[in-house]
């Protein structure tokens, strides 16, 4: 209901803006100053500056929402908008007229000092299963082929470039928000907009509630593509009141979120699409300096037969040149050559394009940082500098949990409680949502920033590295992979199956007050060879360390065949009459154990500690 009644307003919307002309009253005439920017003329006319946008590339003409533009320029806009624009007298010039000329002066020369210059968006794309993605990449790439070369074209890395009006489009080949999110999780952030495909045939589904939450996430925003148009099912109107639903409101429906119906297929609405998407890539402003030494993150790396070690760069910033000193990662070397897209040599490389490179000995990680430098002393300076940093980092919480939160809210490193929600139905959510999201305070909000239904995975795990949350399931489990994954990284897990539990650990949590949970976690295993008596009754079991360790504060369990005869804490731990604090695999000692002297020959130990968990 709440969409019809959106879509209904919108309608009415604009039904009054273009009153004017269907209904053959006169068309509204406006006072326009001799310059203004994007934003302003928006503001005037009430439209959308996605649409004033629009209809400045359809003229040719690329301009940001900052950008300013002169009156003739508006005027055009403002007559295809329905208004007739007047130029406003200079002594009637008002604040707007001044300011938006105090802007156009310190924008440019803010841009002069800087030398930043407008770079191509880099481009993601999500969607559910079988919507189409791979398609879509397919058909927008050769959208672009020129006639002669149609066929002829084979792409040989992981990213490739579009021309749409002499403007460049930047898209990324590994589709999909798990891809996406495990960058973001390794650090590295390279996507600028993300263009959700949804089937016209199939509407939302489960994958693209998933893309929607980790492109809200990540800040990136979100182009629709609705897909599959030429399907005879197809029903974009149902699509737009689902996105609805999830509080994605098109355009057409009063929203901000810019939609676009295209056929992969058929290879309609591309080039609508590719409109769409510099119109918000012109909204976002993206800018880099060309004029710098190079820096770029690695989106593929692989090792070459005959080649050896190559990777694929974006780079973010500066111009890569062939012969550059690199660091990638905790490696460097020398661009000995680089191939763009298509596979051609190449000797430089601008912002946001991507290229293969060769010169490293090493293969890199996905996601490691590329950094220009003068020469060798400066690169293995800062491959020091980066290692002293890793170990720092690994010293400090790189993740949020329930027990540590209280502690980052009183320090200020945290504002926000972050939760990916889990749980075994739909109707759960909300109920669920509402109430932990009920206890935020002034200090601290809590939010769901994902919730879906099902066990947690390994793409919940990257998303709560990515952005910092803390997983909470009611009524499900976890994956066993993506356990270990969370085990691994520290990221916080937390299962409930009664609601009120749930709710009052996040509250206790916020204020400090939660008891820690515990986990097992085995540090080792021996195997009793001898038992000597010590003292009067205390007898000491001679063992022999199988596998792990044994330590003076592990706790132990005297196993006899599947039986447990006996856990309790260890009181000595011995290697020849010196007392110790830990033996390892393959060392025999003797061990004593708090009220326990009934050891046998061929009894296993397990020793085992509690280890504060989420
Ligand atoms: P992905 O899993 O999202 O990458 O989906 P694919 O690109 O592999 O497409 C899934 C299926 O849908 C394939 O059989 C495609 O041929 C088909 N498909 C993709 N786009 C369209 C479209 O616009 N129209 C029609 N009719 N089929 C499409």
Redesign the pocket.
């Known amino acids: 209901m709440v969409s019809s009644e959106r879509k209904k307003d919108a309608n009415q919307a604009a039904d009054e803006k273009s009153g004017n002309e269907t209904s053959g009253q006169k068309t509204a005439v406006i006072e326009l100053p001799a310059a203004l920017s994007v934003r302003e003329l928006s503001e005037t006319l009430k439209v959308s500056p996605v649409d004033i946008i629009k209809r400045l590339i359809r003229a040719g003409i690329m301009a940001n929402i900052n950008q300013v533009i002169d009156f003739k320029t508006a005027a055009v806009i403002a007559a295809d908008l329905g208004f007739e624009a007047r130029l406003k007298r200079r002594a009637a010039a008002g604040k707007t007229d001044r300011l938006s000329e105090a802007g156009k002066q310190s924008a440019q020369k803010a841009d002069q000092t800087t030398g930043l210059l407008p770079r191509p968006p880099v481009v993601t794309i999500m969607?559910h299963?079988?919507?189409?993605?791979?398609?879509?990449l397919d058909a927008i790439r050769k959208s672009n082929v020129v006639d002669s070369e149609a066929g002829g074209i084979t792409q040989h890395i992981g990213a490739y470039q579009v021309d749409f009006n002499g403007q460049k489009i930047t898209f990324l080949d590994t589709?999909g928000h798990e891809a996406f999110t495990a960058m973001r999780a390794r650090g590295a952030q390279v996507t600028d907009i993300t263009v959700l495909?949804v089937a016209a045939d199939d509407g939302v589904m489960p994958q693209t509630l998933e893309a929607i939450d980790h492109a809200r996430a990540a800040g990136v925003p979100i182009v629709v593509a609705i897909?599959?148009i030429?399907?005879p099912g197809a029903n974009p109107d149902r699509v737009k009141q689902q996105l609805a639903e999830v509080g994605l409101v098109v355009e057409d429906w009063g929203g901000d979120t810019v939609s676009v119906p295209?056929?992969?297929?058929?290879k309609k609405g591309i080039s609508e699409l590719l409109e769409n998407l510099m119109v918000v890539a012109e909204l976002e402003d993206l800018k880099a300096d060309p004029n710098k030494p190079a820096e770029g993150t690695v989106i593929e790396a692989e090792m070459d037969r005959t080649r050896g070690a190559l990777f694929t760069v974006l780079v973010s910033s500066g111009t890569l040149k062939v012969g550059d000193t690199i660091v990638v990662g905790q490696d460097w070397g020398r661009v000995k050559a680089m191939f763009n897209d298509t596979g051609k040599r190449v000797k430089k490389a601008t912002p946001s394009t991507p290229v293969e490179v060769l010169g490293l000995s090493n293969v890199p990680q996905v996601g490691d940082v590329m950094q220009v430098v003068d020469d060798e002393k400066a690169a293995t300076a800062i491959i020091e500098k980066r290692r002293q940093e890793i170990s720092k980092e690994a010293e400090i919480a790189r993740t949020v949990s329930l027990s540590n939160v209280f502690d980052q809210i009183s320090k200020g490193k945290v504002k926000e409680l972050g939760i990916i929600l889990k749980t075994d139905v739909q109707g759960s959510i909300e109920p669920i949502k509402t109430s932990l999201e009920k206890l935020s305070s002034d200090e601290i909000k809590v939010r769901v920033v994902h919730s879906s239904t099902g066990n947690v995975n390994e793409s919940d795990i990257m998303l709560a590295i990515a952005s910092k949350l803390v997983i909470i399931g009611f009524n499900t489990g976890a994956e066993p992979g993506a356990k270990a994954t969370a085990e691994r990284e520290g990221v916080s897990l937390r299962f409930y199956n009664i609601i009120y539990n749930m709710v009052d650990d996040v509250a206790k949590a916020l204020k400090g007050m939660l008891t820690p949970t515990f986990v097992e976690v085995i540090d080792g295993h021996g195997e009793v060879r001898a038992v000597f008596t010590a003292g009067k009754t205390e007898k000491v079991a001679g063992s022999y360390i199988t596998e792990g360790k044994v330590t003076r504060n592990s706790s132990v369990r005297v196993m006899r065949g599947k039986l447990k005869v006996f856990q309790g804490t260890i009181s000595s731990l011995r290697r020849f009459k010196d007392d110790v604090r830990e033996v390892t695999t393959g060392f025999e000692c003797g061990i004593g154990v708090d009220g326990f002297n009934e050891f046998q020959v061929g009894d296993i130990l397990e020793f085992f500690r509690n280890e504060k968990s989420g």
């Open positions: 969607g299963v079988d919507h189409g993605k791979t398609k879509l589709p495909v897909n599959k030429d399907k295209v056929s992969a297929k058929e």
